[in-house]
């Protein structure tokens, strides 16, 4: 691929009559920081990666063993995208979930930015095979739930309809009980669109970090060589540092803008307004971290809703000099009594 080339790909359906549902709460996101999100389970590589990966971090263990095709590729990975999007629409409008996904091959390909020509369907079929392939062992709970069994990141795959061609145009999966428990508990991140036309599995990666770490606050530092290990980057950190430059170059990473001095890289949030100003609200400010702590203690809430409703109930008491450990905690509070949203 030559430098020459755009940094994103098109966007190849502009007529989106296809989508499913209007998508993506994705990317699954364990209370523990050790999924998908935080180490890399997908492979980056463009060829058969063989390796067996293993994780241990605070008393938690994750292993990843290859199926014979190879581990799955951080582009198996929409499958598991366009899934979570899936259930999630349809729990949202009253449907009861279930662990098998039915669902027509076009539309994911539509979905997540892909060609639909005949080759495209043949990587959706080689997608499939490495997914249910590829066994995981771990004790991280989702849902709070820890599933003992090795299991697969989808359970089975059939093919329910194929073309003349032998090509699978309409599939039924059954996801495994440990990435189903994630989506039921709602553990998810909402990513952009224009991750899809990410043409590099690196920058694919870093963008996952940056939505992980970053998420919604207004910057996100960490140093350049833990940015190297996080990506699992089979390359040289001096030929990270190559490939991490032409990023900086072009600086087209989705949601995030990306700058480095001295082999420190800050990630900026594109998309950060300031909450309530204390110029606009009156007293307390609160500072831009405490929001963080806010969304760990009230999972699924939005917190800038849940400021406004804060400040409504100070503003009849008498002030607090801990502000930021006031409105968590108010935030915590409703999270226990009325659970999640």
Not at 128 to 145: A, D, K
Not at 146 to 162: H, M, N, Q, S, T
Not at 245 to 263: I, K, N
Request: aromatic share 12%.
């Amino acid at each position: 691929m030559g430098d020459h080339m755009e940094p994103l790909l098109p966007v190849r359906h502009e007529n989106r009559d296809f989508f499913v549902c209007d998508i993506f709460d994705a990317l699954p996101y364990f209370k523990d920081d050790m999924a998908s999100m935080e180490h890399p389970v997908f492979s980056l590589s463009t060829k058969p990666d063989m390796r067996a990966l293993h994780y241990a971090y605070n008393g938690n263990t994750i292993t990843i063993k290859p199926s014979y095709d190879g581990l799955p590729t951080i582009h198996d990975k929409d499958v598991l995208l366009y899934c979570a999007s899936y259930l999630r629409a349809a729990i949202s409008r009253g449907h009861a979930p279930s662990r098998t996904i039915r669902f027509s091959s076009r539309d994911l390909l539509v979905s997540t930015n892909r060609p639909t020509d005949g080759e495209s369907y043949e990587r959706f079929k080689a997608a499939l095979e490495r997914l249910s392939g590829t066994r995981i062992q771990t004790n991280v709970r989702t849902g709070g739930l820890i599933i003992e069994e090795g299991f697969g990141l989808i359970d089975a795959w059939r093919a329910v309809k194929e073309d003349n061609s032998g090509r699978v145009i309409a599939a039924e999966i059954e996801l495994s009980k440990w990435f189903y428990n994630a989506i039921l508990s709602n553990e998810l991140l909402t990513i952009s669109r224009d991750y899809f036309r990410l043409r590099k599995p690196i920058e694919r990666r870093i963008y996952e970090l940056a939505r992980k770490h970053c998420g919604d606050d207004q910057a996100f530092k960490i140093g350049l060589a833990k940015l190297h290990k996080k990506t699992g980057s089979s390359s040289t950190l001096r030929e990270f540092r190559r490939l991490f430059g032409r990023l900086l170059q072009t600086d087209h990473l989705p949601d995030y803008a990306v700058s480095m001095d001295a082999d420190m890289v800050t990630f900026t949030n594109r998309n950060w307004k300031p909450p309530v100003s204390e110029r606009q609200s009156g007293w307390p400010f609160l500072k831009p971290e405490t929001f963080t702590k806010a969304r760990a203690a009230a999972p699924g809430w939005d917190v800038y809703h849940l400021e406004q409703e804060w400040r409504e109930w100070i503003a009849k008491k008498e002030p607090t000099k801990r502000p930021d450990a006031a409105f968590v905690a108010f935030c915590r509070k409703r999270f226990q009594t009325q659970g999640q949203p």
